[in-house]
């Protein structure tokens, strides 16, 4: 079966950084998305990876390993405005999309 | 603009009836996707479309009816024969390729009373 496994729930202090992993087993591969998501919100796009390595945009910075099934999500000097859900989703072979449960980000001053 | 668009924000309907949700984009997208998301939980697939007239079953669609006439279009009927229908609804839209952006609409929340 097809699997994305994210923590449920990170803790993180302003200022500082955090990073979130996902790991993923699907048929195919075709690309990984980070999505940010606010409570009561819609989901809003962060990233993209398909090769491997690290995408760096502003304060957030994303990282793929193919042959590991890994990325994960790197974010800095943390601001009150971070909390928030952050949803992996992974393209499969038929270009579909496959969602992780999410990771609950909470910020303490 | 461009984007997606769902209405009502909030809905309310008495238990037993049918309800339906819109959705409409105007980005050109091919495929188009509903969503169901419960409290603290992550999204669930419910239907999907990639071309007009045509429409496939996600991981829950028990209970729930689309149709696909027009590309922009997109709308989610929710019956009475789903059991647990109160829940935040997504719609979304992409083009084909992989690396193809996922847009979302702002969500419609249901309230089965």
């Known amino acids: 079966g097809q699997n994305i496994d994210q923590p449920t729930e990170m803790t993180a202090t302003e200022g500082a950084i955090v990073q979130i992993n996902c790991t993923y087993q699907t048929s195919g591969f075709n690309g990984l998305f980070w999505y940010q998501q606010h409570a009561g919100e819609a989901p809003t796009f962060l990233s993209y990876n398909v090769l491997d390595g690290l995408e760096e945009k502003g304060r957030f910075s994303s990282f793929l390993s193919r042959s590991k099934g890994y990325s994960y999500l790197l974010l800095k000097e943390l601001q009150m405005k971070d909390s928030a859900s952050y949803l992996c989703a992974v393209t499969d072979s038929n270009y579909q999309l496959i969602w992780g449960a999410g990771t609950k980000l909470i910020i303490k001053p | ?113």
Not at chain 2, 9 to 14: A, E, T
Not at chain 2, 60 to 72: L, M, N, P, Q
Not at chain 2, 88 to 108: E, M
């Open chain 2, 1 to 113: 603009d461009g984007g997606i668009t769902q209405s009502p924000k909030y809905l309310f309907r008495k238990e037993g009836q049918n309800v339906t949700l819109s959705c409409e984009q105007n980005l050109n997208h091919d495929a188009m996707y509903w969503y169901r998301q419960d409290p603290g939980q992550g999204l669930r697939l419910i239907y999907y479309s990639q071309i007009v007239n045509d429409f496939q079953k996600g991981d829950i669609a028990e209970g729930y009816s689309v149709s696909r006439e027009k590309k922009e279009s997109f709308p989610l009927t929710v019956t009475s024969a789903q059991k647990n229908p109160t829940a935040f609804y997504l719609c979304a839209s992409r083009g084909l390729a992989g690396a193809d952006t996922q847009y979302f609409g702002p969500g419609t929340r249901l309230t089965v009373l």
